[in-house]
């Protein structure tokens, strides 16, 4: 025990050291990918629109951020997300909970689930025209059927986790389905939830984006495919440097969200 102990107490500093070394990797490998991409602007091996130095594309970043236009497009585009992930994850979560919980509508369902949830949603994207028009509730039925199998696969798979033993606990209080659910399954498949939703908004947010580049007069996919079509290359790649800081940051929230939840129910 006492080896144990002197092992444990020599291993600690070095663990102890893993996140710093974590965020210097990352910083590292992005000073890698910047003095690559620098490398390749310079070099003269592709065109120089094609791959602007990296000062170019701040200057049209800095453009970007100051053009008023810009955040009109944003907010559409992310109140398109926002309510597509909203509708397909009250949805995913629905039917997830439903599968998890009735053995026989998961051996009926869940299989078409898996079949359907690799399929490229944005061939769904002519249907969702004539249903729902060329205006943004198109976009808002793409982002709703990408993040909808994710949440439910992942709640579905949650609540197979769940302690069969606190099931039985609500049983016997005689706990409504409603009580069920919000007592008991809910908070515990808190992270499959949280993992679902990470994986939904992404999703959720290239079905957008998709829909957008296909078919629209506003949005981030609008102006990226304008930017495209006048070969606008620094525009572009900064909307998409913009748009992957923004993912970022909101599945970095969405996380630390479900961390202080876990936090204060302990």
Request: contains cysteine.
């Amino acid at each position: 025990m006492a080896q144990t102990g002197r092992l444990s107490a020599r291993a600690a500093p070095r663990y102890a050291a893993w996140p710093h070394a974590v965020t210097l990797v990352r910083v590292a490998i992005i000073l890698a990918v910047l003095v690559v991409w620098e490398g390749l602007a310079r070099s003269g091996w592709l065109y120089q629109d094609v791959v602007p130095r990296l000062e170019i594309i701040a200057a049209a970043l800095w453009k970007l951020l100051s053009a008023p236009d810009y955040y009109v497009n944003l907010g559409a585009t992310a109140s398109e997300v926002g309510l597509g992930l909203a509708i397909g994850g009250t949805l995913g979560l629905a039917v997830g909970l439903a599968l998890g919980a009735n053995r026989l509508m998961a051996r009926a369902f869940e299989a078409y689930l898996y079949y359907l949830g690799p399929t490229p949603k944005i061939i769904f994207f002519p249907v969702m025209i004539m249903w729902f028009g060329v205006g943004p509730g198109s976009k808002v039925a793409m982002g709703a059927i990408s993040c909808f199998f994710p949440i439910a696969l992942s709640t579905a798979a949650g609540m197979r986790q769940i302690d069969q033993v606190l099931i039985r606990v609500g049983r016997s209080f005689r706990c409504s389905t409603w009580q069920m659910v919000t007592k008991i399954y809910l908070p515990a498949m808190r992270h499959p939830i949280i993992n679902g939703v990470r994986l939904g908004l992404g999703v959720a947010i290239i079905g957008t984006l998709l829909a957008e580049l296909k078919l629209s007069n506003r949005g981030i996919g609008f102006l990226i495919i304008q930017a495209y079509s006048l070969f606008d290359m620094p525009r572009m790649y900064a909307m998409l440097i913009v748009l992957f800081v923004l993912a970022i940051g909101v599945n970095a929230l969405v996380g630390r969200l479900g961390g202080l939840h876990a936090i204060r129910t302990r």
